[in-house]
């Protein structure tokens, strides 16, 4: 588990969720709001407003954040340490079946499998050359969250603080793919990201507390 990173930050960023190829399929404010089947995606470059785009990052928060992606993270990172294979590959056969995240699955995908071939260097890594078998053999999907989860876990890295930097590059990634249609300064770019973080803390303290235990590290 003590393997050196073969990431650059760039690279590390972009799995954190800040990659274009997620950025490009978001949800209409008001259609992710109403959650499930019903959301209709669309490029966030048609949030035409503060008020639109503040109204659809707290309904990604709410609707897909909190209750999918962090807890994803959270739950490959445990399987990873307690080296479960099959409850890793139930994850992401789980995350297939979710109807809120049906129009995110491809740009996720491509994304964390992307990442998945950058750990194949790490031959002595038997849970993730099994995983990435796996993903080659159809058997399980390579979705972002999860090989995020994973990488946390094979390098070591604290649960809590990769929640946490996920959850920022997120919504930075959000605000600034949208910047330039609402016209938003700098600062007030700045002062929502704040604000949303500032708001989920509560949100990862509950996801780190359910998925604690057995020696991991989430601090």
């Given at each position: ?93 789980e995350l297939g079946r979710e109807p809120r995240l049906r129009e995110f699955a ?114």
């Amino acid at each position: 588990m003590n393997a050196q990173p073969q990431f650059t930050p760039e690279e590390i960023r972009e799995l954190r969720g800040g990659g274009d190829a997620l950025f490009a399929q978001l949800g209409r404010p008001d259609a992710l709001a109403a959650g499930g089947e019903t959301a209709v995606l669309v490029n966030v470059t048609r949030i035409d407003s503060v008020p639109a785009l503040r109204l659809f990052l707290r309904a990604y928060v709410t609707e897909v954040l909190l209750p999918l992606e962090l807890p994803a993270i959270a739950r490959a990172f445990s399987q990873v340490q307690r080296n479960e294979l099959r409850e890793l590959l139930e994850t992401t056969r789980e995350l297939g079946r979710e109807p809120r995240l049906r129009e995110f699955a491809r740009a996720s995908q491509r994304v964390g499998g992307s990442h998945l071939e950058r750990l194949r260097p790490l031959a002595d890594q038997r849970l993730v050359r099994r995983f990435r078998d796996a993903v080659a053999a159809g058997q399980a999907s390579p979705w972002h969250t999860v090989v995020f989860g994973l990488t946390l876990a094979i390098y070591s890295l604290p649960l809590r603080q990769g929640l946490v930097h996920y959850a920022r590059q997120m919504l930075g990634g959000f605000i600034a793919a949208a910047a330039t249609t609402v016209l938003m300064t700098k600062s007030a770019a700045d002062a929502l990201l704040e604000e949303l973080c500032g708001d989920l803390a509560a949100g990862v303290e509950a996801v780190v507390t359910a998925h604690a235990g057995g020696g991991l590290r989430v601090v």
